[in-house]
């Protein structure tokens, strides 16, 4: 099982950067990133920790974009990366 972290009214997803990764193997690491995280100022009931599965299909918000190169609607996840966003330059300039 992994888990993430993640903003309760966003559904963003929180990543170390010094480790880059979006999920945390164990629930104790996720827990522990927060803690560092309220140590850092954050307000500890902002952020929630989440089973990765059940985030996914029960928690996660989408939103719909624009594709920019056929102008149709495109339902995404909140948490899609730059580089993966068909609303985005970046997307269809790799």
Known sequence: MAYVVYNKETTKTIRAKAYGKEYYA?????KAFLTRMVKMGYRKEDFA???IGDFRENIEKYENVTN???GKQVRQS???P???????ETYWSM
């Open 26 to 30: 164990t629930e104790a690491a996720a």
């Open 49 to 51: 920790v989440a089973e």
């Open 68 to 70: 920019l190169m056929s």
């Open 78 to 80: 909140v948490n899609t």
């Open 82 to 88: 730059l580089s993966c966003d068909v609303s985005s």
